[in-house]
Nanobody, 126 residues
Framework: QVQPVESGGGLVQAGGSLRLSCAAS????????MGWFCQAPWKERKFVAA????????YYADSVKGRFTISRDNAKNMVYLQMNSLKPEDTAVYYC???????????????????WGQGTQVTVSS
């Protein structure tokens, strides 16, 4: 089973950048698509970005398209989320997640993900 652990969150001014990392344990990491989600206080968890098993295909929420980039390094069992041009509305806890099934590709529904990290806080000040 693949278990993710996020890092890299912090406080940044609007317009700034952060790079989130997700270290995923387990020898079958490269068999699963991965996703990033975020959850602001009092709001539902929402999709941010997804990447397929090989890293050749990605999918983004409209709100982050052109600003965020998801990538993965299967040799290191790592997934990244490069966040540029950050806005105060990006403030949330960001979670890395592993697709529930090995044949799942680019999914935006949180129910299609089985393993979640503990989350990392991103705060963007205006």
């Amino acid at each position: 089973q693949v278990q993710p652990v996020e890092s890299g969150g912090g406080l940044v001014q609007a317009g700034g950048s952060l790079r989130l990392s997700c270290a995923a344990s387990g020898r079958t990491f490269s068999n699963y698509a991965m996703g990033w989600f975020c959850q602001a206080p009092w709001k539902e968890r929402k999709f941010v970005a997804a990447i397929d098993r090989s890293g050749s295909s990605t999918y983004y929420a409209d709100s982050v398209k052109g600003r965020f980039t998801i990538s993965r390094d299967n040799a290191k069992n790592m997934v990244y989320l490069q966040m540029n041009s950050l806005k105060p509305e990006d403030t949330a806890v960001y979670y890395c997640a592993v697709a529930e099934r090995s044949w799942y590709s680019l999914r935006y529904d949180p129910n299609d993900y089985a393993s979640w990290g503990q989350g990392t806080q991103v705060t963007v000040s205006s």
